[in-house]
């Protein structure tokens, strides 16, 4: 109660109001009212509460003498308006040629990891790339929190993981998600993030097993990522990164408040090993804090021969069908289509009538005739 009631903005971080709390018994009323409506408690003897509210948004809250202070409360709240791929170009987040080259992995099925550090965006930019899954595929999800918003038109099917209650029971863990996902037949399996072994290991399983995967995990660079993903706790053998076909690496600057695309990578074999299989990170493009912009780094991608021994097509055929989809995401943001639902009506169209899409965006004619 000593304290004003903070609000954070994205931009400025935490800002100080003129509002404070009468009492440290109301912050206390108000943990107890949230605490009853989901099926919890918070008590002296557990002072701690992480719940999720009806809404979807996120209370934490802790009660003195944990914290020395005086208790607390703090709510996380979630987007209801989404970001989209328009809205990630135009902030300069990432460029529409680096989303035209993830647009095509995601269409063929290929699996990717999004790194980064806390707040950087990872989550956001895994819900931004999701309407570029074809339509008739089914999607798993599983998270913690429930935070993706896909678009109406996907076959999506969200799952959340569950405390336990009070006595200890009726607890469902990531790990009971993931195992769960696999009897469910599906297309595209999407992890909130990778933080166990066991996990790891059911998820890299599920990507041997012609599963298309896509997750999060903390990690700074795409080398960070390998260290990640074969060091204790997660621990996962290092001959299974070879089924990550795409690694983004997400960065915040908290001094000037954005967030960026810091590297797109892959992981190649080095050539070096004699025995074991080891992997070292190829860099495609990396973000120039100078310039503010993401550049090529290198021409030589590996990812466009994979595409090519599934589908057949030459590199300059994989190399054409981007340069396609970049102009269509120029498209779209040059028209302004950046409603979750919007950008999904064209995703859509694009599966079901390629060549009409393609005929609109060359003519520049109206989103309308894509939306009706």
């Not at 943990?31 to 809404?55: F, Y």
């Not at 339509?135 to 109406?152: M, V, W």
Request: charged fraction near 25%; include cysteine; proline fraction near 5%.
């Amino acid at each position: 109660t000593k304290e004003p009631i903070r609000v954070y903005h994205k931009k400025y971080g935490w800002l100080r109001t003129n509002i404070t709390s009468e009492s440290e018994g109301q912050i206390l009323n108000y943990a107890n009212t949230i605490a009853r409506r989901v099926g919890r408690e918070i008590t002296t003897l557990s002072p701690l509460l992480d719940a999720h509210l009806v809404t979807g948004d996120r209370v934490n809250a802790t009660l003195a003498p944990i914290s020395t202070k005086g208790n607390t409360i703090t709510i996380r709240k979630f987007a209801r308006d989404p970001w989209t791929v328009t809205d990630f170009i135009q902030n300069k987040t990432v460029s529409s040629e680096v989303l035209a080259l993830i647009w095509l992995v995601i269409q063929y099925e290929m699996n990717m990891i999004i790194s980064g550090g806390t707040g950087s965006g990872k989550t956001s930019f895994l819900n931004i790339c999701m309407p570029f899954i074809p339509p008739n595929h089914r999607i798993i999800s599983i998270e913690d929190t429930r935070e993706l918003q896909l678009p109406k038109f996907l076959y999506w099917c969200p799952l959340t993981t569950r405390e336990p209650n009070p006595e200890g029971k009726g607890e469902v863990t990531m790990l009971d998600l993931l195992v769960n996902s696999l009897r469910m037949r599906p297309d595209r399996i999407i992890m909130g993030e990778i933080r166990k072994q066991r996990e790891a290991e059911v998820l890299f399983e599920a990507m041997h097993t012609g599963h298309s995967v896509y997750s999060t995990l903390h990690a700074d660079t795409c080398a960070q990522t390998i260290n990640r993903l074969v060091n204790p706790p997660i621990s996962i053998p290092e001959s299974m990164l070879d089924s990550v076909h795409l690694n983004v690496v997400m960065f915040r600057d908290r001094r000037r408040g954005i967030r960026r695309v810091f590297e797109i990578g892959e992981f190649i074999p080095n050539p070096t090993t004699v025995r074991e299989l080891t992997f070292r990170p190829s860099i495609l493009y990396r973000w120039d804090p100078r310039t503010d912009s993401i550049k090529a780094s290198t021409e030589d991608i590996a990812l466009y021969e994979k595409i090519g021994a599934h589908t057949g097509l030459s590199v300059d055929e994989v190399r054409g069908e981007i340069e396609m989809k970049k102009k269509i995401l120029e498209w779209l943001v040059k028209n302004n289509v950046r409603q979750v639902e919007e950008v999904g009506k064209v995703m859509n169209r694009y599966y079901v009538d390629t060549e009409t899409v393609i005929d609109v965006v060359n003519n520049d004619q109206s989103p309308k005739e894509l939306l009706e």
